[in-house]
């Protein structure tokens, strides 16, 4: 019963808004940019839109807060679109090099340290979801840091600038933390303070809207 409330009651959000469209506007985007790869896209146009897709995340986060305009459905989907865009650019960037041999070994450590995030947390999230835990924790900052320095190292790498090297390290620490993160957040204390806090902060956010 409780949970058919709930269910109701994220129905009625808000949920057409700036924020909630930045977050579908990099959902959308993904497949087009990896069609654009596969098309021969300019390596410098593809890095300039890559980057502007990937630095939505803190913008829509920002105003989503500001502006009180924070949703149940907003925040799923912002976590959602950040994967996808991750995950399919990265793969269609692989399939690329592979098909072209340009692949090289430096390609595929730096492109490792970048997604340190997703390799590690995926075992926690597939055992969050067999088990009913909260599979989408609410974000932390390190997240949010760590999908703008993926937004900033990732057109380091395709552009094969050395400086590429320490912003990998770098993302792959934070990427480690994270993972550290969601693994508490999702599995190992899923109702823990900054959980519970965040739960009670944002709907009674979505009561004001």
Known sequence: MAKIEKQKKESKEKIYNLPNALSLFRLLVSPILVLLIFQGINIW???ILFAISALTDFADGFIARRFN????????????ADRVL?????????????ETQLITTSHILLIVLIISREILALPFFIIA????????????????????M?????????????????????????????????????????????QKDLDKHYAELVKKI
């Open 45 to 47: 146009l593809l890095a």
């Open 69 to 80: 305009r924070v949703t149940n459905l907003g925040r799923k989907l912002d976590i959602i």
């Open 86 to 98: 991750m995950i399919s650019i990265i793969l269609a960037i692989l399939t690329y090099l592979v």
């Open 129 to 148: 979801i067999v088990v009913g835990k909260r599979f989408l924790p609410h974000a932390r900052f390190a997240g949010k840091l760590m999908t703008t």
């Open 150 to 194: 993926q937004g900033v190292t990732f057109p380091m790498i395709i552009l094969n600038w050395w400086i590429a090297w320490p912003f990998a390290i770098v993302t792959s620490i934070i990427g480690i933390i994270c993972a550290g993160y969601y693994a508490y957040d999702a599995l190992i204390k899923p109702n823990n303070k900054y």
